[in-house]
T-cell receptor
Framework: RKEVEQDPGPFNVPEGATVAFNCTYS??????FFWYRQDCRKEPKLLMS???SGNEDGRFTAQLNRASQYISLLIRDSKLSDSATYLC????????????FGSGTQLTVLP | GAGVSQTPSNKVTEKGKYVELRCDPI?????LYWYRQSLGQGPEFLIY????????DSGLPNDRFFAVRPEGSVSTLKIQRTERGDSAVYLC??????????????FGPGTRLTVL
């Protein structure tokens, strides 16, 4: 079983739609959680950290459920520029702070 | 300021050859990471340097892979006797080790390695 699992998609949604991505992680001792965004043939970039209390950054909302070992990302009012692959990322407890990535969920926002 | 740079951007080699991939981290960043990303997958950790020393090399797949960072800045990932399965994008990331609890890792554009 992979340490971080995501639905690979692809998700094709119209502009303005709300879309949600889910992710589960297998190591209950995972200590830090993030969503990264990766555009085609580009490097991953940090989108947002994920906190237990949930956090919001503009149109993006991230949630963490430690009991279920589940992370989510909600994108409201999606824009064409949101088209990318979204990577769920954890830092495992006791690690050297290296990032453990899911395989990514591909999003295409259609005009 | 300048971000993480990696050279070459693309490398095509033949099976069995030796390759070196270079990473120039953000100035002042003491932590440096190498990851490998295969098509359709997320990046996978290879090795982590804190300063000059390899603090964790548990992600290196076998002894054909080796990395150095002799002066605590530039790092070179070395792959001996390349195999077709080594074909991937090799990503380098750096971060500071200052006060915050999580120090964002900034990624370079990667080196796309193709082994024929």
């Amino acid at each position: 079983r992979k340490e971080v699992e995501q639905d690979p998609g692809p998700f094709n949604v119209p502009e303005g739609a709300t879309v949600a991505f889910n992710c589960t992680y297998s190591n209950s001792a995972s200590q830090s959680f993030f969503w990264y965004r990766q555009d085609c043939r580009k490097e991953p970039k940090l989108l947002m950290s994920v906190y237990s209390s949930g956090n919001e950054d503009g149109r993006f909302t991230a949630q963490l459920n430690r009991a279920s070992q589940y992370i989510s990302l909600l994108i409201r009012d999606s824009k064409l520029s949101d088209s990318a692959t979204y990577l769920c990322v954890v830092i495992l407890s006791g690690s050297a702070r290296q990032l453990t990535f899911g395989s990514g969920t591909q999003l295409t926002v259609l005009p | 300021g300048a971000g993480v740079s990696q050279t070459p951007s693309n490398k095509v080699t033949e099976k069995g050859k030796y390759v070196e991939l270079r990473c120039d981290p953000i100035s002042g960043h003491t932590a440096l990471y190498w990851y490998r990303q295969s098509l359709g997958q997320g990046p996978e950790f290879l090795i982590y340097f804190q300063g000059t020393g390899a603090a964790d090399d548990s992600g290196l797949p076998n002894d054909r892979f080796f990395a150095v960072r002799p002066e605590g800045s530039v790092s070179t990932l070395k792959i001996q006797r390349t195999e077709r399965g080594d074909s991937a994008v090799y990503l380098c990331a750096s971060s500071s080790r200052s006060s915050s609890s999580y120090n964002e890792q900034f990624f370079g554009p990667g080196t796309r390695l193709t082994v024929l």
